[in-house]
């Protein structure tokens, strides 16, 4: 599904991506972790087209399509999704609106017709209770006054709503107490499919618990030091990160 190979990029000139290689088949999930600063974000951003990066080498293979030719609309019609593409409040604008537009634009993308609102109201209703999320915070302006956990439910939300084929998920268990934990990766595993793959960012082990990752990577310095399964993950746990750092400096 996804191939990224030897992929650099760069931010106000400062390199930050130095050689990502990472390939992701359908049905898989893959962890990404490490520490601040090592470009987890950056490898969310540049997969989805944010303009702020710059791509300097290397290349991503997208369902068998160049992704880095793509415009970021073609990306998200083309089922790839970031959950902290929209972090930022909207006022004036409903969660309701922004979030039909959004299909309505993915729909447009693969050539069918716009929803109804009276449509999308049920499709809402029936994706809204797959996190529990408060069918008020859907009438309210985008991000406006939500609480972390809120925000981090309304992620994963509009991912079941727009229905990815690869959803990147950047932190979205950062902030979440146990029992919110547990419904937004509830919501995760629910969405799981053997036609869908995931890339989950996270800093920590305990997001894992709930979500079972296939492979887990560790990024460090903008490259992939090391790879390997769920037990990695607990290792990291375990033994922090400070010797993985002692064996990329070797
Ligand atoms: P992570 O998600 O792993 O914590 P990021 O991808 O957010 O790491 O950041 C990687 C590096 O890129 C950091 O050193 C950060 O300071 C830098 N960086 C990220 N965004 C910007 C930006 N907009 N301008 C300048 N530097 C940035
Ligand atoms: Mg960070
Ligand atoms: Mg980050």
Redesign the pocket.
Known sequence: MLKIKNLHAS??G?E?LKGINLSINRGETHAIM?P???????LGNVLIGNP?YEITKGTVEYLDKDLLQLEPEERAGEGLFLSFQYPVEIPGVSMTRFLRSAMNGQREYRGLPHVSAEDFLKIMKEKRDLVKLDGNLTSRAVNEGFSGGEKKRNEIFQMALLEPTLSILDETDSGLDIDALRIVANGVNQYKSPERSFIIITHYQRLLDYIKPDYVHV?YGGKIVKSGGPELALLLEEKGYDWIKEEGEK
Not at 36 to 42: D, I, R
Request: aromatic share 0%; hydrophobic share 20%; charged share 5%.
């Open positions: 931010i106000n400062n930050i490490g601040n600063g090592s470009g987890k974000s950056t702020n990024l």
